[in-house]
T-cell receptor, first 113, second 112 residues
Framework: GNSVTQMEGPVTLSEEAFLTINCTYT??????LFWYVQYPGEGLQLLLK?????DKGSNKGFEATYRKETTSFHLEKGSVQVSDSAVYFC????????????FGGGTRVLVKP | DVKVTQSSRYLVKRTGEKVFLECVQD?????MFWYRQDPGLGLRLIYF???????EKGDIPEGYSVSREKKERFSLILESASTNQTSMYLC???????????FGPGTRLTVL
């Protein structure tokens, strides 16, 4: 079956530091890949997505590239802010599984001023 | 903007009680989902619905049921709450044919 593995947190950074959150996946078909973000006290919201190999998703200074050869979709941001403190979830959607989302365990990021 | 609302942010119930969690979306989405969120486990799909009166089991349906009598409303029912159902419950909706799911703010349920 499908699965998503992402690095465990918490990740604690200083403001303006570089952030990387690793995500790897296993899927039977050709999945779309997503990063969702959950700010404190809120539901999840889509941060970015990529639908095919070598696509790069980007939003709010975050980027992730769909790497089929390494089955990875690592999230990066060059200079984090305190407002980026949140839980980040990597997920995949596989047409072979009815487009249901499969989530990783989530990574909590704390950015200190 | 799509809005998904959940009936309660926090709920405390006793073991054996029947619990209803309500979810309403205002964008005429066909698909609706219920997840539970637990630390380190991410989100796990409990049930989903592709249309009114339709329901499908997700990955962890045991101990839960659902109801979708109207397109905008999707209810999660715990017939007899147990302590291992203490969790954050998230509802989501999605338009047919689209990838993105839109999430509600969540209900944190505590079963004593």
């Amino acid at each position: 079956g499908n699965s998503v593995t992402q690095m465990e947190g918490p990740v604690t950074l200083s403001e303006e530091a570089f952030l990387t959150i690793n995500c790897t996946y296993t899927a039977t078909g050709y999945p779309s890949l997503f990063w969702y973000v959950q700010y404190p006290g809120e539901g999840l919201q889509l941060l970015l997505k990529a639908t095919k190999a070598d696509d790069k998703g980007s939003n709010k200074g975050f980027e992730a590239t769909y790497r089929k050869e390494t089955t990875s979709f690592h999230l990066e941001k060059g200079s984090v802010q305190v407002s980026d403190s949140a839980v980040y979830f990597c997920a995949l959607s596989d047409t072979a599984a009815g487009n249901k989302l499969t989530f990783g365990g989530g990574t909590r990021v704390l950015v200190k001023p | 903007d799509v809005k998904v609302t959940q009936s309660s942010r926090y709920l405390v119930k006793r073991t054996g009680e029947k619990v209803f969690l309500e979810c309403v979306q205002d964008m005429d989405h066909e698909n609706m989902f219920w997840y539970r969120q637990d630390p380190g486990l991410g989100l796990r799909l409990i049930y989903f619905s592709y249309d009114v009166k339709m329901k499908e089991k997700g990955d962890i349906p045991e101990g839960y049921s659902v109801s979708r009598e109207k397109k905008e409303r999707f209810s999660l029912i715990l017939e007899s709450a147990s302590t291992n159902q203490t969790s954050m419950y998230l509802c989501a909706s999605r338009a047919r044919g689209w990838d993105e799911q839109f999430f509600g703010p969540g209900t944190r349920l505590t079963v004593l």
